[in-house]
C-alpha cells in the first residue's frame, strides 16, 4: 500500500510578535511540524504496522520554509519512508483550496493508495484541505477519524464520534481521511530515528512537475491581525445575593454587546 502522510510546517506561537498596527510578525519565527499533522504522520506508522508491509511518503506543500533540513529530519524521523515537497513562492500563504488543489496532483503523480491528513492546521485550522484534495480526486472521503479499526490492501474500516453516537465506516481503496488530534498520542523520535532519517529519500517538486492546473482566485488573504486587546476593567463584585448577582449579569450583558 502508498501512503500519503500530508504535512504543513507552520510559525512557532512562541515566536510570533504582533506589531503596533495588529499585523502578525513572523519574520524571527522557526517552523514547525503542525501538531495536528503529526497526528496523521502517527496514523499512517500505525496503519503499515497493520499491514506488515507499506511505504509512508510524507507530502508537503508551502514556501521557502519547507527548504529547511533541521525540519525534513524531523519529518522523517517519524516514520516515513521518503519526502516528497511541492516548493514554490505561490504557496507562502495558502489557503485551502489553493494547497488541496497541489496535495491533489502531487499525490496524482507520485500515486497513492490512501491519503492521511490532520484535521486542520494551527494556523488558519480551516478543515478543508483533505475535503477539497478527496473531492478533486474524486475517491472516498471522510474528516473526523478518531481511531483506526483495520486495514487490508483494498480497504480501512475507521471509527468517528458524532455528537449522539459512534460510527464505524469501511472504507473502500484509493481514499483520503483525515484523522482527529484523539486518535493517538505521537511518539518522540529515537536518536537512531532521527540519525536515519538523513538517509532517506526527498523530492523537491515544482508546479510545473506535478502538473497542476491553474488555481482560480476564490478568495485571498487581505490581512492577518491579532484581536484588539481591551483593557480590563478589574470589577470586583463582593457578597452573593440577588443584587449582588443581579449586578454580575449586567456587567456580562455589557460586556458581550
Wanted: glycine share 6%; with cysteine; charged share 20%.
Amino acid at each position: 500500500m502508498n501512503i500519503i502522510a500530508c504535512y504543513k510546517l507552520v510559525p512557532e506561537d512562541q515566536d510570533i510578535t504582533v506589531n503596533a498596527d495588529g499585523s502578525l510578525d513572523t519574520a524571527r519565527a522557526e517552523f514547525k511540524i503542525n501538531t495536528f499533522d503529526l497526528n496523521a504522520i502517527e496514523a499512517a506508522v500505525d496503519i503499515k504496522a497493520m499491514l506488515g508491509e507499506a511505504t509512508i511518503t510524507a507530502l508537503s506543500v508551502g514556501g521557502k520554509a519547507l527548504e529547511a533540513v533541521k525540519a525534513r529530519k524531523d519529518v522523517l524521523s517519524r516514520g516515513p519512508d521518503a519526502l516528497a515537497l511541492v516548493v514554490d513562492e505561490q504557496f507562502e500563504h495558502a489557503l485551502p483550496h489553493q494547497t488541496a488543489r497541489a496535495v491533489a496532483a502531487a499525490a496524482q503523480k507520485t500515486g497513492f493508495d490512501l491519503i492521511i491528513c490532520g484535521d486542520g492546521s494551527g494556523d488558519l485550522y480551516a478543515q478543508q484541505v483533505g475535503l477539497l484534495a478527496g473531492e478533486l480526486l474524486n475517491v472516498a472521503t471522510i474528516n473526523g477519524v478518531s481511531k483506526i479499526l483495520a486495514a487490508t490492501a483494498t480497504s480501512i474500516t475507521v471509527e468517528r464520534a458524532l455528537d449522539e453516537e459512534v460510527e464505524v465506516l469501511e472504507i473502500t481503496l484509493p481514499a483520503v481521511i483525515a484523522v482527529s488530534a484523539d486518535i493517538n498520542n505521537p511518539k518522540i523520535p529515537s536518536m537512531k530515528a532521527i540519525l536515519g532519517a538523513a538517509k532517506k529519500p526527498v523530492t523537491a517538486m515544482t508546479v510545473a512537475d506535478i502538473d497542476m492546473a491553474p488555481i482560480p482566485a476564490l478568495a485571498e488573504i487581505v490581512a492577518i491581525n491579532a484581536p484588539k486587546q481591551k483593557q480590563r476593567q478589574q470589577v470586583v463584585i463582593e457578597g452573593d445575593d440577588d443584587e449582588q448577582i443581579a449586578a454580575f449579569v449586567a456587567h456580562l450583558r455589557n460586556a458581550i454587546n
